[in-house]
């Protein structure tokens, strides 16, 4: 094992690139020490769906990468977990999943909890503008994500940076609600950030900040922002309208939208059918 007792690094481990990472996860949730995994520099080839356990932190080194190969998720996240540094590149054109996911399943609900995912890069170098980057689903009975904070996250050549999807439960509520996005940069992509929920209960999306939003259109994108629920924020840039054959459509406040507040600079136009929204 590495010298340091509360960090473990995947190569203390055997098998494929995707077997020693989880492997390394594995032994880091089942032990009181460690509890970061530390991916030191060098391509990693992932294949299939790697677990990031509960309490653990995953650390990149600043020349560290998971090149995806496949079509299947890439990481799902449990609570109380955490990821630092990580560059994560699609490089197979029949991709079409996810590449971080939240279920609420979860119940990522309390606030002290460390769930911090920061200096991020997602990117589909396939070119064809596949998968989605960050996907949060709730839809069981009082399934939640909430409090979670992401910063300085970049997102290129998806099909969605960013979907926040809370659906109606068999009873009770599901929420995607309180979550901070700052420095978010959204570039080539389909759809920037995707939300899809009610207004307000049982299922939704309410109460997600927004802020120093970065987002580049291409001739591929068709929606920037698109908003559900209410209370939500968001501030930053729209670069390049002109790229879009119909820019009317980047800026959706639905119809299940109240209160938002939206401040995004640039040349564009807000289709807004909802209601008390703000810009």
Not at 55 to 70: E, I, K, Q
Not at 159 to 186: C, D, Q, V
Request: charge should be negative; include cysteine; hydrophobic fraction near 35%.
């Amino acid at each position: 094992m590495t010298n340091y007792a509360e960090v473990v690094s995947v190569l203390d481990f055997q098998g494929s690139d995707t077997e020693r990472i989880q492997k390394a996860i594995q032994f880091a949730s089942l032990n009181e020490n460690p509890s970061t995994v530390y991916v030191p520099k060098g391509d990693y080839v992932i294949t299939s769906t790697i677990i990031l356990r509960e309490g653990v932190h995953l650390s990149f080194a600043y020349d560290a990468r998971f090149v995806v190969y496949g079509n299947e998720d890439v990481l799902h996240i449990e609570r109380n977990a955490s990821i630092t540094g990580a560059y994560i590149a699609i490089d197979d054109s029949t991709f079409n999943k996810n590449v971080l996911v939240f279920n609420g399943k979860n119940n990522y609900y309390n606030s002290w909890h460390r769930s911090v995912f920061k200096h991020i890069n997602i990117v589909n170098w396939a070119g064809n503008n596949k998968g989605k980057g960050v996907y949060m689903y709730a839809g069981g009975v009082g399934h939640e994500i909430s409090y979670l904070q992401f910063n300085d996250i970049k997102l290129v050549g998806l099909h969605t940076a960013m979907e926040l999807r809370a659906a109606k439960p068999a009873s009770g509520y599901s929420w995607i609600n309180a979550n901070s996005f700052n420095n978010i940069t959204i570039d080539d992509c389909v759809r920037g950030i995707w939300m899809i929920s009610s207004k307000t209960i049982p299922n939704e999306v309410s109460g997600n900040n927004f802020t120093n939003l970065q987002i580049q259109l291409s001739s591929s994108s068709q929606s920037a922002i698109r908003v559900s629920g209410e209370f939500n924020a968001f501030d930053g840039v729209l670069w390049d309208d002109h790229l879009v054959q119909n820019p009317s459509t980047l800026l959706h406040l639905t119809v299940n939208s109240q209160a938002t507040e939206f401040h995004i600079r640039g040349n564009y136009k807000v289709l807004d059918d909802g209601t008390r929204n703000h810009y």
